[in-house]
């Protein structure tokens, strides 16, 4: 009888050592199997977080970056081209494209104030029209969300003259930096329009991606355009200057 009891006793703790390494593995299975599950149930958030992002409000300070970055690389590479079809001298060629710089720095942040601050006019008095009509009368809780909604999407005059400026600024340093230390004319011409022609490329990508749009066709268009400004100064100043005018 007691070696049967022992029996017993040594097969119900065998058979609760199993059980208990069978819960063990259940729940470790469990783990694996829930883990990806909701890695992935995860990634479907986020992706459809970002498909219901309204990429339309960044068009403001995009517009105004990548207008200001192209403006300021085209123009600035354009005058110093111009310059440098009629004049080797290197010390021409860089003051040139300094004073672009700085002129055209200034009267982006300004035209896009101006212009940006018109804009803010016309909304504000659309929305005080709107409020005199009555539209906010019934359903005051959703009219006060809309109103908040609407409030943000106002334009920042500042926000779009400061980035205007410094994109500005930052487009025109391409074809100064490049421009710089290369004593030899025409070297230099093909370094800035080398370098201009890959910064041309760079902001199209860099617009494209930030708002969701085609990356080859907005590339290509920036650098076509980029192109054909630098190609028409260039073309254009040496006629003249070789004409005695």
């Given at each position: 009888?007691?070696?049967?009891?022992?029996?017993?006793?040594?097969?119900?703790?065998?058979?609760?050592?199993?059980?208990?390494?069978?819960?063990?593995?259940?729940?470790?299975?469990?783990?694996?199997?829930?883990?990806?599950?909701?890695?992935?149930?995860?990634?479907?958030?986020?992706?459809?977080?970002?498909?219901?992002?309204?990429?339309?409000?960044?068009?403001?300070?995009?517009?105004?970056?990548?207008?200001?970055?192209?403006?300021?690389?085209?123009?600035?590479?354009?005058?110093?081209?111009?310059?440098?079809?009629?004049?080797?001298?290197?010390?021409?060629?860089?003051?040139?494209?300094?004073?672009?710089?700085?002129?055209?720095?200034?009267?982006?942040?300004?035209?896009?104030?101006?212009?940006?601050?018109?804009?803010?006019?016309?909304?504000?008095?659309?929305?005080?029209?709107?409020?005199?009509?009555?539209?906010?009368?019934?359903?005051?809780?959703?009219?006060?969300?809309?109103?908040?909604?609407?409030?943000?999407?106002?334009?920042?005059?500042?926000?779009?003259?400061?980035?205007?400026?410094?994109?500005?600024?930052?487009?025109?340093?391409?074809?100064?930096?490049?421009?710089?230390?290369?004593?030899?004319?025409?070297?230099?011409?093909?370094?800035?329009?080398?370098a201009v022609t890959?910064?041309?490329?760079?902001?199209?990508?860099?617009?494209?991606?930030?708002?969701?749009?085609?990356?080859?066709?907005?590339?290509?268009?920036?650098?076509?355009?980029?192109?054909?400004?630098?190609?028409?100064?260039?073309?254009l100043t040496k006629?003249?200057?070789?004409?005695?005018?």
């Open positions: 009888m007691i070696c049967n009891f022992k029996k017993e006793a040594s097969l119900n703790h065998t058979n609760k050592q199993v059980f208990h390494s069978n819960n063990n593995n259940d729940l470790e299975q469990q783990a694996t199997t829930t883990t990806p599950l909701e890695i992935i149930e995860t990634k479907k958030e986020e992706e459809e977080e970002e498909d219901f992002f309204d990429y339309s409000r960044r068009s403001q300070w995009l517009r105004a970056a990548v207008l200001g970055a192209n403006d300021g690389l085209v123009s600035t590479a354009s005058l110093m081209m111009g310059v440098g079809a009629v004049k080797q001298d290197i010390k021409a060629m860089i003051l040139t494209g300094f004073a672009g710089l700085v002129a055209g720095a200034c009267s982006m942040a300004i035209g896009e104030f101006v212009s940006v601050y018109s804009q803010l006019d016309v909304e504000l008095a659309q929305m005080k029209r709107d409020k005199e009509r009555g539209n906010n009368n019934n359903n005051s809780n959703s009219n006060n969300s809309d109103k908040e909604e609407e409030e943000e999407r106002l334009p920042n005059p500042l926000q779009a003259a400061a980035a205007s400026a410094l994109a500005f600024s930052i487009g025109a340093m391409v074809p100064l930096l490049s421009a710089s230390f290369i004593r030899e004319y025409k070297v230099r011409l093909g370094v800035v329009v080398a890959f910064a041309l490329v760079l902001f199209g990508w860099l617009g494209a991606v930030l708002g969701k749009v085609p990356v080859f066709r907005s590339s290509l268009r920036v650098l076509l355009g980029g192109w054909m400004a630098m190609t028409i100064t260039f073309a006629l003249i200057g070789s004409s005695a005018l």
